[in-house]
């Protein structure tokens, strides 16, 4: 897959799970609808001032635009956690991390 299709993919899944629309992003970017239109479906690739924007507002790590999900799917990803976690069961330090950071990817963060 093409790296701007990756990037605008991301993107769009990171902007959806914020319940965030095309509109309002571009707005709080201060870019056009159009223009973050054309960032989604990969035929246009953010600014670095633009994609460093859009991360804070997503409130994502810039990286996470760059990662291939798609490569597996959800069943083999569950899977994969699945054997994570057996194999660190018996480390409470290892489980409070995790549960930490669990919690901190399903908590819904206001818009600032």
């Known amino acids: 897959m093409d790296i701007k299709k990756i990037v605008g993919t ?12 095309q ?18 479906t990969g ?7 633009n994609l460093a924007k859009i991360s804070q507002i997503l409130n994502v ?4 635009f760059f990662v291939c999900e798609n490569a597996k799917t959800n069943d083999e990803l569950m899977d994969e956690i699945q054997k994570s976690l ?6 409470s330090k290892k489980l409070l991390k995790l ?7 399903t908590t819904p963060k206001p818009l600032q």
Not at 31 to 36: D, F
Not at 43 to 49: K, L
């Open 99 to 105: 549960n930490s950071f669990v919690k901190h990817l």
């Open 23 to 40: 509109e309002q992003l571009a707005e709080l970017v201060n870019i056009e609808t159009v223009s973050l239109s054309k960032i989604e």
């Open 43 to 49: 035929r246009s690739y953010p600014t670095s001032e």
């Open 86 to 91: 057996l194999s660190i069961k018996k480390d």
């Open 61 to 64: 790590e810039p990286f996470e």
């Open 10 to 21: 991301n993107i769009k899944e990171f902007r959806k799970r914020n319940n965030i629309t």
